[in-house]
């Protein structure tokens, strides 16, 4: 059965430094969906993607956050200067319809 | 609005009874549903979703079973195991963009 895949599954990182999270959608899939969980909390939307470009966003997902799809397969998300506070399960979603897949996340630890 | 709400934080129930995790919505506009299930550690897992033209749908051990009058949907889990512990979503969907969560609720199994 198709998966989505993500890597890392976890990235420890300094304060202020970038990171790539990696995401490969399901293969036939159109829509790309970034979420994240802070421990203990709600997942919480950040942002979805189709056609290339973002399709909404939420409050969450500012300046310091950005999405690519680099290649056909490949979708992912860049914080540019991490903070204490995003420290967070970060899952990958995609879909074709109204039903989607969610990776097994990427556990971000900022320090 | 966007509004998804369960009716009990913890549920716990003996392995081997039937378990039921309701979840109320408030979009009367709503015209898919879907239940997920989160295990510890990893990302959401579809279950099983079922669209406003029908009030039951039925899988592998799961139902769901929707009431538009009172905007209730619930999730019927029959011989419930040990591997049903996990906390269940009913999210609430916008579109095709995105999923909004709420807090959800713990399935406990007791041996």
């Known amino acids: 059965e198709p998966e989505v895949t993500q890597t890392p599954s976890h990235q420890v990182t300094q304060m202020g430094q970038e990171v790539i999270l990696r995401c490969v959608p399901i293969s036939n899939h159109l829509y790309f969906y970034w979420y994240r969980q802070i421990l203990g909390q709600k997942v919480e939307f950040l942002v979805s993607?189709?056609?290339?470009?973002?399709?909404?966003k939420s409050e969450i997902f500012d300046d310091q956050f950005s999405v690519e799809r680099p290649d056909g397969s490949n979708f992912t998300l860049k914080i540019r200067s991490t903070k204490l506070e995003d420290s967070a399960m970060y899952f990958c979603?995609?879909?074709?319809?109204?039903?989607?897949?969610f990776g097994p996340g990427t556990r971000l630890t900022v320090l | 609005g966007e509004s998804v709400g369960l009716h009990l934080p913890t549920l716990s129930v003996q392995e081997g009874d039937n378990s039921i995790i309701n979840c109320a919505y408030s979009n009367s506009a709503s015209d898919y549903f879907i239940w997920y299930k989160q295990e510890s550690g990893k990302g959401p897992q579809f279950i099983i979703d079922i669209r406003s033209n029908m009030d039951k749908r039925q899988g592998q051990r799961v139902t769901v079973l929707l009431n538009k009058t009172v905007k209730h949907l619930s999730l019927q889990i029959a011989a419930t195991q040990p591997g049903d512990s996990a906390v269940y979503f009913c999210?609430?969907?916008?579109?095709?963009?995105?999923?909004?969560f709420g807090t959800g609720t713990r399935l406990k199994v007791l041996a």
């Open positions: 979603a995609s879909s074709e319809d109204l039903q989607k897949f």
């Open positions: 993607f189709y056609n290339n470009e973002i399709s909404e």
């Open positions: 999210p609430y969907t916008s579109g095709t963009y995105k999923y909004i």
